[in-house]
Nanobody, 121 residues
Framework: QLQLVESGGGLVQPGGSLRLSCEVS????????MGWYRQAPGKERELVAL???????QYADFVKGRFTLSRDNAKNAVYLQMNNLKPEDTAVYYC???????????????WGQGTQVTVAS
């Protein structure tokens, strides 16, 4: 069954670091782009970072210089290294992928189940 399997959330103090991981659970023709969104309580879901194969990652202004997105094309996986975390980074983080399951399939948006990141002292 196709899923985006996420891991790595948790509680961290301001200034700390966390690393989120996301991997497509089954073999697919393509998962491109891949990245992360987040949603804080009472707010809309927003883009954090997104990467297409062969291109440089795109970042939201509020994470530039603090977060780094990387991908493993062989695994259809992405990793978000989050440094210098701030309380305003507290949110549920969702992995995203635009997936083509097989050669004749249409592309579809897929989301992970979400992982909580809490930044508090």
């Amino acid at each position: 069954q196709l899923q985006l399997v996420e891991s790595g959330g948790g509680l961290v103090q301001p200034g700390g670091s966390l690393r989120l991981s996301c991997e497509v659970s089954v073999r697919v023709t393509s998962a491109d782009p891949m990245g992360w969104y987040r949603q804080a309580p009472g707010k809309e879901r927003e883009l954090v970072a997104l990467v297409s194969s062969g291109a440089q990652p795109q970042y939201a202004d509020f994470v530039k210089g603090r977060f780094t997105l990387s991908r493993d094309n062989a695994k259809n996986a992405v990793y978000l290294q989050m440094n210098n975390l701030k309380p305003e980074d507290t949110a549920v983080y969702y992995c995203y992928a635009d997936i083509k399951r097989h050669r004749f399939a249409a592309r579809q948006d897929w989301w992970g189940q979400g992982t909580q990141v809490t930044v508090a002292s």
